[in-house]
Each structure stands twice: as C-alpha cells, then as structure tokens.
C-alpha cells in the first residue's frame, strides 16, 4: 500500500508480481483451511482441548509470514501457546515454546516490520516471563539501527526498558546514542523530552539539577543546527526546552537564571543567522525567545518585540506555506501591546496620582 | 501534470466499484480488514455522490454475517471478532440508515467490556491497548446512542495521559506523536467533549509542519509526504480550528497529483499504485478542502455530513428514487 511504483497499462509486469502472484495462490489455499480449523477450535474451546498440532503451527507460521497483518491467525497461536503451556511443566520445554514464538515474530516483522499485530505478540510473549529481556534490547538496538525512526520498534523498547526496571538516567544514555548516530532522530528527541520530564519530576531533585540539566540539553541540540539548520527535529526540542526552562520561573533563584539562559540563547541564535540568514527555524525559535526575554525584563521590552515582529515579518515570506501561522503570531502580538499599552497607561495615572497625594 | 488537475470522479468511482472482483496478492493479503475496506469504499463512493449504485441489502447481510456472537465484528466473515471492524461496521451500517438491522446494546456491552481500568481500550480480548482503540470505543458509542455506557472521562483522560512534548499524541503515554495517532486522539476528545486537553496552538502548529514543500503532508517530522496524511492532519486542524494554518491550494494540488488518471484510484505518492485507503484518503481530504462537486465529510466522525445529522436528529429515510 505504500511506496509501491504504479504499473502502466502494457508494461511488463515486475518480477516482484510474479513472486507475489505465487504467494496470492497459496494464500488463498492456507487461508480458508485455517479459517475453518479456527473456528472448529474455538467453538470446542470450552469442553474440549484442541490439538493445536505441530503441522497446524507450522502451517499458520507460515500464513503469518506470507500477512503478518492476519490478525486472526495471531489470536490462534495465542489461544494455541495458552493451552501447551498449560499442560507443559518443564521449565525448558516452556521457554522453548515462548522462544518459538519470538522466532515466528521475527520472520513476521522482516516482512513487514511496521506490523502492529506480530509486535504485540512479541510483547504478549514477554509478558508470559518465560524470555530473556536483554536479548531483547540486543534485537532492537540492531532493528532500531537499520530503521532509527520506527516508532513501533521504540515502543517496544520503552516497553522492555520498563519491564526490566531500568532507571530513567540509565535509559536516556540509548537516546544520546541514537541522537548522535543522526541528529535527526526525531523518535529520539521524542524519547528524551519524555525521560528528561521523568528525571526532573523524581522526588528529591534539586532545582540547581534540573537547571544543570537544561543547560546541558541547550548546548547538545544546539549541535545539530550547526550540521544543518533545516532539519525540523531538534528544534521541536529546543522549542519544548524553552518551555521547560519558563516553567521553572518562580522556584528560589530561577528568575535571575532566566535571564542568563535567554541572554545566552538569543546570542547563539543570532550567530547562527550570522552564518545562515534565511534559516527559517533560527528565526522562528529567536523570535521566541526575544518575546519570552520581553515579558519577563521590561527595560528591553520594546527593543525585543520590535524585533521578533521583524522576524515574523520575514518569515511570511521566506516560508509562504506557513505564513498565515505567522500571521496569527503577529495579530497574537498586537493585541498584546494593545493590553500592556493600557496597563502601563494605567499605572502612569496611578502613579501621578500618587505624586498629587504626595505632594 | 496538465491533465492531473482535476478529480477524475467516473474512474474513481469505477475503480471502487471493481475492487471486489479483484484476486491478486494486494486484493488477497487485505481479506482480513475488508469490513474497513468496504468503509472506505462506500464512504468514497458517497462523498463523490455515488453510493446509490450499491446493493443495500446485499452489503448488510454480509456485514451482520461477520458479527460474532459476543457483538463484536471481525474483518471479514470468519474473522476474529476486533474494535476496529466494529467500528467500521457501524460506520456503514450509519451510511446506509440501517442501525436498525443490528442490536445496538449488544454492539456496545462488546465495547463496555474493553475498557481498562484506567480508561483505556483493548482492541480485542487479547488486550492491546492503542489510543486507535479509544477512538473507535467513543466513535462508535457517540453513533449508536450509547456513550453512557462507559467511563467517558476516564477514557478522555487516558488519551490526555498520552499527549507529548510535542502537542501531538501517540499510541500509549511515552508513545510518539504520529499524524495519524493524533487524529484518533483529537477526534475522541472532540466527541467526548474534552477538547480543552488540546494544546490548539502548539499541537497546530507541529501539524501545519507536517506539510512539506510539494504542498503534501507528512505524518511525523523528517518523513515523505503521504496522500493519507491529508486526511489524518487535515481533519484534526479542522477540529482545532487552525486549518488555514496550512496552504490549502497546494494540498488539493498533491493529491489530485497522486490521482490514477487511466485506472482511477489514488496512490500515497505520485506514481505509486493505487488504493482503496489512499482513494478514500484522497476523496476525503478534498472534500475537507471544499473541492466542488464533493458531499462534506465530518472531520470527527468521518462520515459524511449528511449522515451524521441524519443519526443524530433522526432525519427521515429518503424514499427511494425510482
Ligand atoms: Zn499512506
């Protein structure tokens, strides 16, 4: 369904469809013969045990390695692994039955690898605890190398990586191994924003840690704009450490910090325009942080609104797809001074009323 | 692409029409879901006004023949009983005016009996829990009448617990945020009225991103543009009120691009082999996108306009024209 060339009328057919022509006819022959067995299975599934033979098993793997999406044939070998380990008590001869299923996912996931049903058969196969949790992590770490970004696989791992009880500072190390295998792992920054949050939400961190923290994540995204300013992934990071930081305002000694951080910021974003000028998220992500630098240090307010509408300004045109979502910031921005304009005319009267009193 | 600039409509509807005939490799690997195939199917053919050329009665009896005995539906008949084909049975069932034909409350103790204890939905006895299956749950619960029956803002505030740093959302909390996750997760919100779990301007925002230069959409950052994804983003701007946060013109342009102008169909990239998913898709988000001659579709229910007035203020069935 995806990715797959369209076939023009009198071309020659690929050898590709030849291959799969063969496997559409004996699809067609396994597929009604397990339907029918299924069903004979399930209806005797209360009074009576089903065979669930070896010919039965290998015959339904196969079906799953010919559509992995056949959801149906997934659900029989869960019925089928309950009712052997069931009956089965050696300890091997249960772990071999666990491990024969792993195999089966595997041959399922190389054909399609993006297969929500074989997944969760591999993570219901776990689940029995009859498998080993670092073979799996030696599995993904190869998955996740030939396909860095398959979310599946990621889902998987975060799964694993819990079940084992593997501490969050401990989990984070994969994400900076990914990140820089190739920056522009947007599964990995995922992942990391995730783990960050878990580590500064433990009980017993210090303000001062979670601040080191962030600091220490500014300059390792900051990286990858150097490598190539166009690549959406770490500034969607950057965007969301930009929040994390204001929302540590208020906490004993944060609102001086603030500042240092957005003073040093803003400098790296305007040497990065020095070397790039129509880097699009540069200017996006300055004009962020001169309007967060704005409400919080009056003195420059105006200086710094100026410019961040400058930005926005030229984004209209140098990215027009998005240009109404600059728009909305620019109208965003008006309706802002419109208030501080009245605010601020409101203390003038309050404090010359003050004079009057005093004087 | 001079000829590529309108919606070939006839070969659309033709190409539909032939699916079922069909046997080769694509046609057999996809028996198993073809209750969500025959969905976007019919739901195509209605939106380009042409869902009067089926065979009512001959559709709704194969449909309650894939009901099994619990209430749930399978993909096909014989198939395992699954969330996903519920929903896709009741969608039908509501573009045809026939909810009459099945046992609503039978339909919805199925989907009672899936959720979690923490809000969350399995999709099926075997208990995979996916936020997919939450919109389905809420999806079909709102069209039958019957969002009562369960723990709504559990199950509201287990898709909130899956909202990222991004704004998007993914399958389980922790997941990553996907396009099409996030519309699953957005329109059950939308349903079960807790929009206000929504960051609108951030997660906005990240979804206009997700158009790329051709003006198609992509369904994660750093990934190619897919003609499914017009739908999956496109229908959740709509229900955020940011839709004109993305250059409409040039998307209408990249589908009617990926269009099969000789064998109808649409494919997920331009030259690609066509399908019924990325036909639907398609169709789908054109109509989101105002194209003329197009029925509106409702970005939640994802079901036609129509049709979703009709389950809910209890039009009549119009009679048949002769
Ligand atoms: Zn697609």
């Not at chain 1, 690549?231 to 906490?251: K, R």
């Not at chain 2, 209605?46 to 749930?72: F, H, P």
């Not at chain 2, 199950?155 to 991004?166: L, M, Q, T, Y």
């Not at chain 2, 996750?181 to 609108?200: E, M, N, P, R, S």
Request: hydrophobic share 35%.
């Amino acid at each position: 369904m995806h990715g797959r060339p369209r076939q023009r009328p009198g071309q020659a057919p690929s050898p590709l469809h030849h291959q799969e022509q063969a496997y559409a006819v004996e699809l067609q022959k396994l597929m009604p013969q397990f339907l029918q067995s299924n069903r004979t299975c399930w209806v005797f599934d209360v009074g009576v045990v089903c065979s669930y033979s070896a010919e039965a098993m290998n015959q339904n793997a196969r079906l799953l390695e010919l559509n992995p999406e056949f959801y149906t044939a997934w659900n029989y070998r869960k019925r089928a692994v309950e009712e052997i380990l069931g009956r089965e008590t050696d300890e091997e001869a249960r772990k071999g039955i666990a491990q024969r299923e792993l195999d089966v996912v595997v041959r399922a996931l190389r054909v399609n690898h993006k297969c929500y049903g074989a997944w969760y058969h591999r993570k219901w196969v776990i689940g029995l605890g009859l498998s080993s949790l670092d073979a799996e992590l030696v599995l993904l770490k190869k998955l996740l190398r030939l396909d860095g970004r398959n979310f599946h696989g990621w889902d998987y791992r975060r799964f694993i990586v819990k079940t084992k009880g593997v501490p969050p500072e401990e989990a984070i190390l994969f994400t900076t191994d990914k990140i820089n295998e190739n920056f522009s792992n947007y599964s990995a920054w995922h992942n990391r924003s995730a783990l960050l949050s878990e580590i500064s939400k433990k009980e017993g961190t210090e303000i001062n840690r979670v601040q080191a923290m962030l600091e220490d994540e500014y300059d390792f995204v900051k990286n990858s704009f150097y490598t190539d300013p166009d690549d959406q992934s770490g500034w969607f990071y950057y965007c969301w450490l930009l929040e994390q930081t204001i929302a540590l305002v208020g906490t004993p000694g944060s609102d001086v910090w603030l500042m240092k951080v957005l003073d040093k910021e803003i400098e790296a974003c305007r040497e990065l325009l020095e070397l790039e000028s129509n880097s699009k998220w540069t200017k996006l992500t300055l004009a962020r942080l001169l309007l967060t630098h704005a409400s919080y240090n009056t003195s420059s307010r105006k200086s710094d609104t100026d410019e961040a509408r400058t930005h926005f300004e030229e984004l209209c045109s140098l990215d027009p797809t998005h240009r109404e979502y600059y728009q909305y910031q620019l109208s965003m921005l008006s309706s802002k001074e419109l208030i501080k304009d009245r605010s601020s005319l409101t203390t003038q009267h309050e404090g010359s009323e003050e004079l009057q009193l005093k004087s | 692409m001079a000829d590529s600039e309108e919606l070939h409509l006839e070969k659309h509807v033709d190409y539909i029409k032939s699916l079922d005939k069909k046997s080769d490799f694509d046609a057999v690997a996809m028996e198993h879901l073809r209750m969500s195939g025959a969905y976007w199917g019919l739901t195509a053919l209605d939106i380009m006004g042409r869902l009067g050329d089926m065979n009512v009665d001959e559709i709704v009896a194969w449909i309650l023949k894939c009901q099994d005995e619990c209430g749930g539906f399978g993909g096909n008949y014989q198939h395992d009983p699954h969330i996903l084909y519920t929903l896709s049975a009741v969608q039908i069932l509501c573009l045809f005016d026939r909810l009459d034909a099945v046992d609503g409350d039978k339909i919805a103790a199925y989907i009672t009996g899936l959720q979690n204890e923490d809000g969350s939905f399995a999709g099926d006895e075997w208990g995979e829990v996916d936020t997919r299956f939450s919109y389905c749950a809420i999806c079909c619960l709102s069209l039958l009448k019957r969002l009562d029956k369960i723990d709504l803002e559990k199950a509201c505030d287990f898709v909130a617990r899956c909202k990222n740093f991004d704004g998007g959302f993914g399958c389980i909390p922790g997941g990553e945020s996907h396009a099409g996750q996030i519309f699953c997760c957005v329109g059950a919100l939308a349903i079960g009225g807790a929009l206000h779990h929504v960051d609108k301007d951030l997660l906005g925002w990240w979804l206009a991103e997700r158009q790329v230069k051709s003006g198609g959409l992509n369904g994660r950052p750093e990934k190619l543009p897919d003609v499914c994804y017009s739908w999956w983003v496109l229908a959740s701007l709509v229900i955020m009120d940011r839709v004109h946060w993305i250059d409409k013109k040039k998307l209408a342009q990249f589908i009617l691009d990926c269009q099969d102008p000789e064998g109808g169909g649409i494919s997920d990239r331009p030259d690609d082999a066509v399908d019924v998913f990325h036909t639907y898709f398609g169709v789908a988000g054109l109509s989101l996108l105002g194209y003329p001659g197009l029925k509106a579709i409702d970005p939640a229910y994802a079901l036609p306009v129509d049709v979703v007035d009709r389950v809910f203020y209890g039009q009549k069935k119009q009679p048949p024209v002769s």
